[in-house]
């Protein structure tokens, strides 16, 4: 028989975190999460995360502040922010994306705000 580890997620049933991120699957090296349907809004305080982050954007507009670079994301774009990067998000547009955190950013507390 072949491997049968393969697990699928309902992302209908998927826990939210506090800062509005829909967690998806994870495993023990990465995991998923989306941010769907965020409001524009001016940013948060720059944030350093233990953890590297790639994303995709699925629709709307939103800005990546990251030492000292302004980079405009947009549908289809996909983004890189590594481990340790000062960086924060300002919205334009109503914006739905999905990003990919290794490690996994809800793990030993990373996530918190």
Do not use: C
């Amino acid at each position: 028989m072949g491997d049968t580890t393969i697990i699928k997620i309902d992302s209908s049933k998927s826990p939210t975190g506090e800062m509005g991120q829909k967690y998806l699957a994870s495993g023990k090296n990465v995991a998923m999460r989306l941010w769907e349907n965020q409001e524009p809004d001016e940013g948060k305080d720059p944030a350093r995360r233990d953890y590297e982050t790639v994303g995709y954007v699925i629709k709307g507009k939103a800005e990546l502040h990251s030492e000292g670079q302004v980079v405009l994301l947009e549908k289809g774009d996909s983004w890189i922010v590594p481990k340790d990067a000062s960086h924060t998000y300002k919205i334009l547009e109503t914006f739905t994306a999905v990003e990919a955190t290794y490690p996994p950013a809800h793990v030993h507390g990373r996530d918190e705000e």
